[in-house]
């Protein structure tokens, strides 16, 4: 009796810890970039040619808005299928038109300037050996 109690007890845990484990990586995929899109990408390189910046929205489905992204990489480099490496920020739920620009001040030195009331989610300073400069307009 007191055997059955432990073996079922133990085999009840074994499937509770099996239950939690698959709900964990359901969430883990869940969060993935599946389902997501980079669209308009539009590549600018710096004044010597060594590096670019692609800007381009990120779409992830219905329920989500599109967004202003900017990776920063080496000019013989694709854009990867993933989030950018620099900067994401978005409208704010429409509160402004204008979410951000970048421009090229040198061959290493980057300016991004962007709206003060964008929604600002990533806002990297430097990438490899660009230096990245923001200012809020």
Same mark, same amino acid.
């Given at each position: 009796?007191?055997?059955?109690?432990?073996?079922?007890?133990?085999?009840?845990?074994?499937?509770?810890?099996?239950?939690?484990?698959? #709900?964990?990586?359901?969430?883990?995929?869940?969060? +993935?970039?599946?389902?997501?899109?980079?669209? &308009?990408?539009? @590549?600018? =390189? %710096?004044?010597?040619?060594?590096?670019?910046?692609?800007?381009?929205?990120?779409?992830?489905?219905?329920?989500?808005?599109?967004?202003?992204?900017?990776?920063?990489?080496?000019?013989?480099?694709?854009?990867?299928?993933? #989030?950018?490496?620099?900067?994401?920020?978005?409208? +704010?739920?429409?509160?402004?038109?204008?979410? &951000?620009?970048? @421009?090229? =001040? %040198?061959?290493?030195?980057?300016?991004?300037?962007?709206?003060?009331?964008?929604?600002?989610?990533?806002?990297?300073?430097?990438?490899?050996?660009?230096?990245?400069?923001?200012?809020?307009?």
């Amino acid at each position: 009796m007191i055997i059955s109690v432990i073996d079922s007890y133990h085999s009840n845990m074994r499937k509770a810890a099996l239950i939690a484990t698959l #709900a964990v990586s359901a969430l883990m995929i869940g969060c +993935n970039d599946v389902g997501c899109e980079n669209e &308009a990408p539009a @590549e600018h =390189l %710096s004044p010597d040619g060594q590096w670019k910046y692609v800007s381009f929205d990120r779409n992830c489905g219905a329920t989500t808005r599109s967004n202003l992204q900017i990776s920063v990489l080496p000019a013989n480099k694709p854009l990867p299928s993933g #989030a950018a490496n620099t900067f994401i920020a978005d409208d +704010n739920h429409g509160e402004t038109t204008f979410v &951000a620009q970048p @421009e090229w =001040l %040198s061959s290493r030195k980057l300016r991004i300037t962007y709206a003060a009331k964008a929604r600002i989610f990533k806002r990297e300073t430097k990438i490899g050996p660009v230096e990245v400069e923001y200012t809020q307009e």
